[in-house]
């Protein structure tokens, strides 16, 4: 297929993202834009916050065929085998099954992958077209590129999160029929969405984004079951960068204030998050050094060093405060939970914290933090 090619996400460093941790919050076990992000560095954690099972709705199939039926169709867009079949069997059930595959000849076909191909050309269909990615993205993406204005697309979809690159296509003048061959529902438990939950809540994580309106709306319930969505809207709209696939990802949550990617797609949305999260590192320069803290590491003097999340806290209170002492007191009431920390356990996150520099840079930097004796520690750059 002929189609613009998208090119992979490219910065001047090959771990831009490394040090930081993005939550994805989907309907699959690993979304795509994972393998892009951790491609910059980032740590992910995928989230399968909500299903889309392979069961269509019996209505909603009907209501769709019948829409397919209802006048010539220009595109045909098949995201699986397994749904295809679906459809087919139905379609026979309803004694429509070669007026549909007749539409389909009128048409140009588009499979996401070869087994999508193969279901076609059991139909007796030669010409199909796919894309290098196997993926239903790809394939919307090139139709989105093309003169749609009059043209009737149908699009069998297999998941939910797909609404919002379909909906693009009518944004470009299409007639879009939508033919879901999925049942949407909740995950099949609520550990990992609990899971979710509190790491954006207590802030370990660095962001979070949401694919699919269902998603975002199952995270939502279990914060509001919870009684925690106060503490999930504060974190995503003063820590936590929250990135939406889309408006449908981002309505959930919308008091968040979610940011959208420039399009419904996996490298937008990986797009717009390498351009957010490199805002929030915490930069401190001198004669001496150059230190960064992100998420869950440092960057001293160009080398990332991971530092565990409590003596990269104090790491952190103390490059606030560059060359100022500080006593143990400072530091715990800047750490994130004062409460739960003594003196004696500043005195030990500061032990690591040196070990850390000294093991991990190519200059043993262990100095950094110094102790100044009956006042505190400072950071000496």
Do not use: N
Not at 147 to 174: I, K, M, N, P, Y
Not at 296 to 324: C, F, T, Y
Not at 331 to 349: F, G, N, T
């Amino acid at each position: 297929m002929a189609r613009p090619h998208r090119a992979p996400i490219r910065d001047e460093s090959s771990a831009a993202l490394a040090g930081y941790t993005v939550a994805i919050a989907s309907d699959r076990r690993r979304h795509g834009v994972a393998a892009l992000l951790e491609s910059v560095g980032a740590r992910t954690v995928g989230v399968q916050a909500a299903r889309s099972v392979a069961k269509p709705d019996p209505a909603q199939l009907r209501a769709a065929t019948e829409r397919c039926l209802a006048a010539p169709c220009q595109e045909v867009v098949i995201s699986t085998a397994l749904g295809l079949r679906a459809w087919l069997t139905a379609a026979r059930r309803w004694g429509v099954r070669d007026e549909l595959v007749a539409r389909f000849a009128g048409a140009r076909l588009l499979a996401r992958d070869a087994a999508a191909a193969d279901g076609l050309r059991a139909l007796g269909f030669r010409e199909i077209f796919s894309t290098e990615g196997e993926s239903t993205e790809e394939l919307l993406r090139f139709l989105a590129a093309q003169s749609l204005h009059g043209q009737r697309v149908v699009v069998q979809t297999d998941r939910q999160s797909l609404t919002e690159a379909t909906a693009v296509l009518a944004g470009r003048g299409a007639e879009v029929v939508d033919v879901p061959t999925y049942t949407a529902t909740g995950p099949a438990e609520t550990f990992s969405v609990r899971r979710l939950l509190d790491l954006v809540a207590r802030r370990q994580v660095e962001a979070l984004a949401l694919v699919g309106g269902q998603a975002a709306d199952q995270l939502r319930s279990q914060a509001v079951r919870e009684g925690r969505l106060a503490e999930l809207t504060e974190a995503l709209r003063e820590e936590v960068i929250c990135v939406a696939l889309g408006p449908d990802s981002a309505a959930p949550l919308a008091t968040a204030q979610p940011a959208l990617a420039a399009a419904p797609y996996p490298a937008e949305l990986a797009e717009a998050l390498l351009a957010r999260l490199p805002s929030r590192a915490l930069r401190v320069a001198s004669a001496r050094h150059q230190l960064e803290l992100r998420g869950h590491a440092v960057v001293l003097d160009g080398s990332l060093i991971p530092v565990q999340a409590g003596p990269l806290a104090v790491l952190r209170a103390l490059a606030q405060h560059p060359g100022e002492v500080l006593s143990a007191a400072d530091i715990r009431a800047a750490l994130p939970q004062p409460s739960d920390v003594d003196d004696h356990a500043v005195e030990m996150a500061i032990s690591r914290l040196r070990q850390a520099l000294r093991t991990a840079a190519p200059h043993p930097a262990a100095d950094l933090v110094q102790t100044i004796v009956k006042h505190g520690y400072r950071l000496a750059l």
